[in-house]
């Protein structure tokens, strides 16, 4: 009998171990996958100087859709939630940006300018931890772009 209860133990913690490899697997694929959208994300706002430009916004959606990049849209509402209405999801497919003024005094006059922090999102989906530990800003990577100036 004292042999059946090990045979048990020893299955269990395989058990755990091999969920455990499993689950840092699937996290590190998908941290580097939203890390490069992230990336790409960042160096098309600077090469067209902001989100706005509807030729960018083509560019981004087109890079995402090739990646298979999908998030769930509650993670980029709790985000906005956090951030105060500040942060702007254009799309909701997968990538957030909060817009930030700069002002900078220099000799020759003031200069006028805006960076941009880029959020995107780990899409890790397992309800019962998400909400048990709340992993909301563990399945984020952030990024920002260099001041744009007028």
């Not at 890390?35 to 959606?61: C, D, L, T, W």
Request: charged share 20%; hydrophobic share 40%; net charge negative.
């Amino acid at each position: 009998m004292r042999d059946a209860i090990g045979q048990v133990f020893v299955l269990q913690v395989i058990f755990i171990f091999v969920l455990l490899i499993n689950g840092y697997m699937a996290y590190s694929v998908n941290y580097t996958r939203a890390f490069r959208v992230k990336n790409h994300i960042v160096n098309i706002i600077e090469q067209y100087e902001g989100p706005y430009n509807e030729e960018g916004i083509a560019k981004i959606n087109d890079y995402i859709e090739q990646t298979a990049y999908n998030v769930t849209n509650n993670q980029m509402l709790d985000f906005q939630g956090e951030s105060g209405g500040t942060a702007k999801c254009p799309g909701y497919n997968g990538w957030c940006y909060i817009e930030h003024d700069v002002s900078v005094d220099e000799a020759d006059g003031e200069r006028n300018g805006k960076y941009y922090t880029v959020v995107t999102f780990v899409n890790i989906d397992i309800p019962v931890i998400n909400k048990i530990v709340g992993l909301g800003s563990f399945l984020r990577v952030v990024g920002e772009t260099r001041t744009i100036y007028n």
